[in-house]
């Protein structure tokens, strides 16, 4: 079982950033594949960038690649998701989640997920 928590959203205005973390406890992280999810009001939740916690197997969607990073402190057992030049349309519900399929691509596909945080940004 793995457990996961975030924190950091907030309200940013557009061109900011904001930085989210995830605190992931659990048995075989090596194993596991990570990703930020985000769902907004009256849309499916979707991809937005992730990674293997051991390293390597980046992805990033379109929509966010340039302006959005994962990385992870191995020591704090933390993902993080770092977020810069935010636009309105980043205003989302963010998850955190891991897959023990290291292929995992839809939500779906994930295992695992933190309760989410807010992340508004205002024009």
């Known amino acids: 079982q793995v457990h996961m928590v975030e924190s950091g959203g907030g309200l940013v205005q557009a061109g900011g950033s904001l930085n989210l973390s995830c605190v992931i406890s659990?048995?075989?992280?090596?194993?596991?594949?990570m990703a930020w999810f985000r769902q907004g009001v009256g849309k499916e939740r979707e991809f937005t960038v992730g990674?293997?916690?051991?390293?390597?197997?980046?992805k990033a969607a379109d929509s966010v690649k340039g302006r959005f990073t994962i990385t992870r402190d191995y020591v704090k057992s933390t993902l993080y998701l770092h977020m810069k030049d935010l636009r309105p349309e980043d205003t989302a519900m963010y998850y955190c989640?891991?897959?023990?399929?290291?292929?995992?691509?839809?939500?779906?596909?994930?295992?695992?997920w933190g309760q989410g945080t807010q992340v508004t940004v205002s024009s």
């Open positions: 990674a293997a916690w051991a390293g390597g197997n980046n």
């Open positions: 659990g048995r075989a992280l090596s194993a596991l594949t």
């Open positions: 989640a891991a897959a023990r399929n290291w292929e995992a691509n839809a939500a779906g596909e994930y295992d695992y």
